[in-house]
């Protein structure tokens, strides 16, 4: 109850500084950007991250004056809507959209809520920018959604032939909730173990998302003795009563999961007995991080009290929109004029120390340019906070 009371506090008085930032700004035209996705239940933490990302991103530029694309400046607003995690309600959120004429939106989290949509933007006109993995939202003939991180077909075999390497695992075992997100998943894990070479040891293991009792479920599974327990698609919620189930029947090996964590709930969830846990984290680490990452985190952190490390990534998608509008002021009311600019687009990144560039990935995947280019940061849990395992890149 303190947990969310504090969030709904936060949550308002983001609301209240937004208020606040639109009447400094008023005499700019307002340019509005949509978020659709879970801000409630089991998987609020990935939501949460986007939306508190893009409302922290928009109230530094509407404060230092706004937005310049073509000869126009523009205040940034987010509008948001929580889809509850239910392709429905996602429907319904970016038909809001649309009749707010939005044309660019964030979101949403899970496959089944990105798929319900597609629909509705490509018929509207809206690019969307979901947290979602089938590869059939990205490849032709789909052509309006932009995949805003890294796959767990990407993640993972990079985590997998990092194991192979450093902790000479030669056997995994998956476990997936009984929902398509997860279990897809878990199918895209197994074909990547299994194509390195892996012996799979157990992959048909499943639980609903409401279990308490994880013990009897992952019992199977430790009769197995798998050297790597993959948490495919677990939720920020389950994840540490996995953990502190496996442990506390004796498992002594690799746990990790291709999905983003908090570590604040696997510190209250399973406190050092998550310590080695292994999970993707957000596209930036100390080295990567350039002046504006942190000054982004320290905003952040400011208006929320807290800060996830998953924004790291999440803070990306709303720069990609503005920058690549900035490249062609007529995509503001065009879409198609956005899509043929993302083949040639780039600009600097200004999240990363060097010479990054943003930039439009995916030909190897997807066969079009239907991806940002963000940095594969894969962490490791130790001691309440994450560490940098590796860092890695996709085409």
Do not use: C
């Amino acid at each position: 109850m303190q947990r969310r009371t504090l969030m709904k506090a936060a949550l308002t008085a983001a609301a209240l500084t937004a208020f606040q930032g639109s009447a400094a700004f008023a005499e700019n035209p307002v340019l509005k950007v949509g978020f659709v996705g879970v801000t409630s239940g089991p998987a609020a933490a990935w939501g949460i991250s986007n939306q508190r990302s893009m409302e922290a991103r928009a109230a530094w530029i509407n404060e230092t004056g706004g937005y310049t694309i073509g000869d126009t400046t523009y205040d940034i607003e987010i509008v948001s809507f929580d889809d509850q995690k239910d392709p429905k309600r996602a429907i319904a959120g970016m038909e809001k959209m649309a009749q707010e004429g939005i044309h660019y939106v964030v979101g949403p989290n899970v496959d089944d809520g990105a798929a319900a949509v597609r629909p509705v933007a490509e018929s509207n006109g809206i690019m969307y920018f979901p947290y979602a993995f089938p590869k059939s939202l990205y490849q032709a003939p789909a052509s309006n959604a932009v995949l805003g991180m890294v796959a767990n077909y990407q993640s993972g075999p990079a985590i997998y032939k990092y194991l192979m390497k450093e902790k000479g695992v030669k056997t995994v075992a998956f476990i997936a909730a009984n929902e398509s997100d997860p279990l897809s998943q878990r199918d895209g894990g197994v074909a990547a173990a299994e194509a390195l070479g892996l012996e799979v040891v157990s992959s048909n293991v499943t639980y609903q998302v409401d279990t308490t009792d994880f013990t009897p479920v992952l019992t199977p599974i430790m009769r197995t003795q798998p050297d790597l327990l993959v948490l495919s698609g677990v939720s920020p919620a389950n994840a540490p009563q996995l953990i502190r189930s496996a442990r506390e029947l004796g498992f002594e090996g690799v746990i990790s999961t291709e999905t983003a964590q908090d570590a604040g709930v696997l510190a209250e969830g399973a406190g050092d007995l998550a310590n080695g846990f292994i999970s993707v984290g957000g596209a930036s680490t100390p080295e990567l991080a350039s002046p504006m990452m942190n000054e982004f985190v320290d905003r952040y952190t400011k208006m929320f009290g807290e800060y996830n490390d998953e924004s790291n990534t999440k803070v990306y998608a709303l720069e990609y929109i503005l920058e690549t509008l900035k490249a062609d002021p007529s995509a503001i009311d065009n879409v198609d004029a956005f899509k043929a600019k993302m083949d040639t687009f780039e600009a600097p990144n200004p999240y990363m120390n060097g010479d990054a560039k943003l930039r439009y990935v995916g030909m190897s995947s997807f066969g079009q340019r239907r991806q940002v280019a963000v940095p594969l940061v894969v962490n490791v849990y130790q001691d309440g906070a994450f560490e940098t395992l590796f860092v890695a890149e996709v085409d």
